[in-house]
């Protein structure tokens, strides 16, 4: 079932097998499912593709899995959610035809808990659909967008490509917050949507890191423990910046500053490549292939792991993706995958 023309993809586990949405170049999506566990080294794949008339109309971008659908955009501008077990399309969400051709989808968004979907387009536009609560087999639904926002930066003949966007912890249906981040940016923005009133807040968090942001990662704490939401952001000279999600800017600045900075590796050319935090302890990925684990309160150095693979021709430079789970640290460098995990110190 090998097609060399995927452009996007999306993974989820279910039980003893795992699922992966595929999207190609010529709009089709599909689902491949296999048991977790290959018999003799072999796994039998089943692969369901959606119908013809169902496909999006150029190249799909984005793929997403959520409450066991599948959502996917396209550089048709639309958004599709799909039925996985016989793919059959149940939205379509789509602005107006003359802008679909012209500003294709570049981060998905969905939260359907909420009924919401988001999506921020090349041209940094932020769309919002609501009110998609019907998931059922019944007719194929279409919606139109309830809010549409202009980029923080305005609108430009080039725009900057849209590089990181999730989700405030505390959105709902009708109250969305929402991070977003260009490429080559040292700023990032809050945005504060009501959805009813059709109004907008932009706040700018910035005046931390050195160089452009590389990665930017939320740390939301549980009402339990009584703590602050942080967004962590670790630029290309080494440093972190950590900023309240909640705040402000002072009446005498026009964005929110850090409440704390921390050079990690001030000396590695391409900075800070990749995190992940959990309560106890961050980890921070770097261009030259190494992960530092540092300790969430102290921010301490407890440990440095050397991930340097073996550059090819066509590697990737420094940490891709950090995973941690409780004492396990997952780091993706390159072609290779190191674990390790936290034991007991002897004596």
Avoid at 17 to 22: D, K, L
Wanted: proline share 6%; hydrophobic share 40%; glycine share 6%.
């Amino acid at each position: 079932e090998f097609t060399p023309n995927m452009t996007s993809s999306a993974i989820s586990s279910q039980g003893w097998s795992v699922r992966v949405a595929w999207g190609t170049a010529t709009g089709e999506v599909m689902i491949a499912s296999a048991a977790k566990i290959m018999d003799s080294g072999r796994s039998s794949s089943k692969v369901i593709r959606c119908r013809v008339a169902d496909q999006h109309r150029g190249p799909v971008t984005q793929a997403a899995w959520d409450k066991d659908v599948v959502i996917t955009a396209g550089a048709d501008g639309e958004v599709r959610i799909w039925e996985p077990r016989r793919m059959r399309c149940l939205w379509v969400l789509k602005e107006d035809m003359e802008n679909v051709a012209t500003d294709s989808c570049s981060i998905l968004l969905p939260l359907l808990d909420h009924g919401l979907v988001a999506v921020i387009k090349k041209s940094g536009h932020i769309v919002v659909w609501t009110d998609i609560d019907d998931l059922t087999e019944a007719d194929l639904k279409t919606s139109r967008p309830s809010l549409r926002v202009k980029p923080p930066h305005g609108v430009t003949q080039q725009p900057p490509a849209p590089k990181h966007a999730f989700f405030g912890r505390n959105s709902s249906k009708h109250q969305v917050s929402l991070c977003l981040h260009f490429e080559k940016d040292l700023s990032f923005h809050r945005i504060d949507m009501s959805l009813p009133e059709k109004s907008v807040d932009v706040i700018k968090f910035g005046d931390g890191p050195l160089g452009p942001i590389q990665t930017l990662k939320p740390f939301y704490t549980s009402p339990l423990e009584g703590g602050q939401d942080v967004i962590l952001a670790g630029d290309s000279l080494g440093r972190v910046s950590l900023f309240e999600w909640a705040a402000k800017p002072m009446a005498e600045k026009q964005e929110v500053q850090p409440f704390r900075c921390v050079d990690v590796v001030p000396d590695v050319i391409g900075g800070i490549t990749e995190m992940a935090i959990n309560s106890y302890v961050l980890a921070v990925g770097t261009a030259r292939g190494a992960a530092v684990i540092l300790d969430t309160l102290t921010f301490n150095t407890l440990r440095e792991l050397s991930c340097m693979p073996a550059r090819t021709e066509n590697s990737e430079p420094g940490v891709q993706h950090i995973i941690l789970e409780r004492d396990l640290v997952l780091i993706v460098a390159s072609d290779r995958v190191v674990a390790w995990k936290a034991g007991p110190v002897l004596s």
